[in-house]
């Protein structure tokens, strides 16, 4: 885009006016360089748009965002949002938060929000110069700048850490209830809204869990190799010892794996792809595999699972509330 274009184009985004085509235009642009997010930040404050159009004081936009801002967790965290939208009462600032993503809270910090499509893997640079690979289909929230106290992000969906340390700021990572803290190491969380169980993968350092619904459960020390598992269904955690190479080498491009259960390979598979496998029956999940994929498209990968591991893969029926493709295993 030239510098005419863009103009034109980033003020019809945020006011609603463009295409479809247009739309993912502009976010191709600005996902292409961090120069290019750094402009469309600058341009688009939100501040900025809440006083431009006006936003009546009786709709309490800083107390919804805020409010916004602090939930995160799944169906409420999109509701949560539609809710913010309806009561700005305005199309270019709705379209400011669900796509940029900066919201203001009550002390006008400013969030910045980004976000991975369908097979897409991204990298970030945090403020505090952590660095986050964000795995498909998956969200960031953060501040646009880490104030006093400890660095606060939130996630939904998986994303590996490499955070740097400060003893006096630890870094604090909320999905779907849940809390990791460190003060400097690399790990991954999966927490995507539809999954039943929420992960965190420790490679190198320690991390704190903490469950923060409630149920009464203590905070979990994790130590390197081990990863934490919270059924939400049977509403327990089990620590074990993994391979985390082969758990965290999405980020890569690539998906590897040692040694491992059928289970944790479809869900690499799964998250990679941006799919989901039904399970037929439990016991085609009790061996383990090893093997590695580099670029193939999914229809090879599926097609090598089924020679290697002697299963099937069925396609199943989408319907409108459908958020992925799912595949029944037989």
């Known amino acids: ?15 609603g006016t463009l295409s479809p085509g247009q739309q993912e235009e502009v976010e191709d642009w600005i ?7 750094m402009l469309a930040r600058r341009a688009c404050r939100l501040e900025q748009y809440i006083t431009q159009y006006s936003i009546s004081e009786n709709s309490d936009g800083a107390a919804i965002l805020k409010k916004a801002e602090a939930n995160t967790a799944g169906d409420r965290w999109r509701k949560t949002r539609r809710r913010v939208a309806r009561a700005l009462g305005n199309v270019a600032a709705a379209a400011l938060m669900l796509s940029l993503g900066y919201f ?13 499509r369908n097979g897409e893997v991204a990298s ?26 400890k660095r606060r992000v939130r996630l939904e969906g998986e994303a590996f850490f490499d955070v740097t340390k400060d003893e006096g700021h630890p870094f604090v990572v909320s999905a779907r209830d849940c ?9 991954d969380v999966s927490a995507y809204p539809d999954s039943p169980e929420f992960q965190a993968t420790l490679v190198s350092g320690s991390i704190r869990f903490t469950d923060k619904t409630g149920r009464g459960r203590r905070p979990t020390e994790l130590f390197p190799g081990q990863r ?5 269904s049977a509403g327990g955690t089990t620590v074990s010892y993994v391979d985390t190479e082969s758990l965290t080498s999405w980020r890569t491009g690539e998906i590897n794996f040692n040694h491992i259960p059928l289970s944790d390979v479809l869900t690499i598979i799964g998250n990679n792809f941006g799919i989901r496998f039904v399970i037929s029956g439990d ?9 590695s994929f580099s670029g193939q498209p999914l229809d090879e ?21 459908d958020e992925y493709q799912r595949y029944i295993v037989y």
């Open 1 to 15: 885009m030239d510098n005419n274009d863009k103009a034109g184009l980033l003020a019809g985004y945020f006011q």
């Open 31 to 37: 996902r292409s360089s961090e120069d290019n997010r």
């Open 104 to 116: 203001v809270s009550s002390d006008k910090e400013t969030f910045i929000k980004v976000n991975t």
């Open 124 to 149: 970030y640079t945090l403020p505090d110069q952590t660095k986050v690979w964000l795995n498909t289909n998956s969200t960031l929230l953060y501040p646009e700048s880490f104030s006093k106290g």
């Open 179 to 187: 809390e990791i803290e460190v003060l400097g190491t690399q790990f």
């Open 228 to 232: 934490l598992s919270l059924d939400f």
């Open 283 to 291: 016991k085609i999940l009790d061996d383990t595999y090893t093997g």
């Open 301 to 321: 990968v599926l097609s090598t699972l089924e020679e290697v591991a002697s299963i099937h893969f069925k396609p199943l029926e989408i319907n409108d509330e």
